[in-house]
């Protein structure tokens, strides 16, 4: 069982910035994918960004290439958000995997499986 834990969500101005906050507790995996996605309500869920231990694998959706960064200190992953923009207002969702990359691979969701998720941290960001 894995648990995570976010924070750092809330209100920011348009060209404004954020940083999210996630730690994983609980089972360990080695070599694997933590991320960050995001869901508007009525919309499906979109992944953001995604790394693997060490940063060795890193993945972006293209809406946020350039402006979010996304960073890793073993089980603890941030999301450090520059350049806002309405349209990232949503609820951000941390998530995990178990499968090692240790052979290669890739965070990206549509690739790799991240089977634990965090409650949600509420972004917002205002014109």
């Known amino acids: 069982q894995v648990l995570l834990d976010e924070s750092g969500g809330g209100s920011a101005q348009a060209g404004g910035s954020l940083r999210l906050s996630c730690e994983a507790t609980?089972?360990?995996?080695?070599?694997?994918?933590m991320g960050w996605f995001r869901q508007i309500p009525g919309k499906e869920r979109e992944g953001v960004a995604g790394?693997?231990?060490?940063?060795?694998f890193t993945y972006y959706a293209d809406s946020v290439k350039g402006r979010f960064t996304i960073s890793r200190v073993n089980d603890i992953v941030y999301l450090h958000m520059t350049s806002l923009k309405r349209e990232d207002t949503a609820m951000y969702y941390c998530?995990?995997?178990?499968?090692?990359?240790?052979?290669?691979?890739?965070?990206?969701?549509?690739?790799?499986?991240?089977?634990?998720w965090g409650q949600g941290t509420q972004v917002t960001v205002s014109s």
């Open positions: 998530a995990s995997g178990s499968r090692s990359l240790a052979y290669g691979g890739s965070c990206d969701p549509s690739i790799y499986e991240y089977r634990f």
């Open positions: 790394i693997s231990t060490r940063g060795v």
């Open positions: 609980g089972v360990a995996y080695s070599s694997n994918c």
